[in-house]
């Protein structure tokens, strides 16, 4: 049976682990510890943003007696409170996805979590309109589904719901085409 060496081609989908694990998956499943840092990575810069906006919101009125001091004419008083809830709100949402990407990476290293990371990486999409991460987050939605959609990354979380340890996920796909229940 002729198997492609292509990491992203379609395979038959597995159902369990009782089933022959495809060798050539083992890329795809060992780049899941990549994205999880990747997570992580962005998710920290992104609470820094969001926790910033939040930070700004609750000073805004301080910024606005600050220019009508300067001779600035301030925008309407319920406009400053408009503004400010935006910043708290958004900050906050922000700072809530950044929190959850954290989490979701942070789950990866035991491949745990798969629905957890689609929605982190999705919902991440937020952060982009901030433009501070948008290229990254950008980035990580193309890179996560891409990874996460895979049949063998699939295959790799079930296996850990079953009872495998990281370790034991990564020898199997590295090992080629054997049952795990035939040891």
């Known amino acids: 049976m002729n198997q492609p060496s292509n ?3 379609a395979l038959p989908p597995q159902e369990t682990t009782d089933q022959l694990v495809h060798p050539d998956y083992a ?4 780049q899941v510890l990549v994205l ?3 997570q992580i990575a962005v998710g920290v810069l992104e609470l820094v943003v ?3 906006m939040v930070f700004l919101g609750f000073f805004m009125n301080t910024v606005f007696e600050a220019q009508q001091a300067e001779g600035i004419d301030p925008p309407p008083e319920l406009m400053e409170w408009w503004i400010s809830g935006f910043y708290w709100v958004f900050g906050g ?4 996805f950044a929190l959850l990407r954290i989490g979701s990476g942070l789950a990866s290293f035991w491949f745990r979590g798969r629905v957890w ?3 982190s990486v999705s919902v991440g999409l937020a952060s982009a309109m901030t433009c501070y991460c948008a290229p990254f987050s950008i980035g990580l939605f193309i890179y996560g ?3 996460m959609l895979n049949p063998g990354v699939s295959q790799a979380y079930r296996m850990a719901r079953e009872g495998l340890s990281p370790g034991e996920i990564k020898q199997l796909f590295a090992q080629g085409p054997v049952s795990p229940g035939a040891s």
């Open 117 to 119: 990371m689609l929605v």
């Open 36 to 38: 999880g840092i990747l």
């Open 27 to 30: 890329p795809m499943v060992n």
């Open 7 to 9: 990491p992203y081609a």
């Open 50 to 52: 969001g926790g910033g």
């Open 145 to 147: 589904l891409i990874l």
């Open 93 to 96: 949402f922000i700072a809530l």
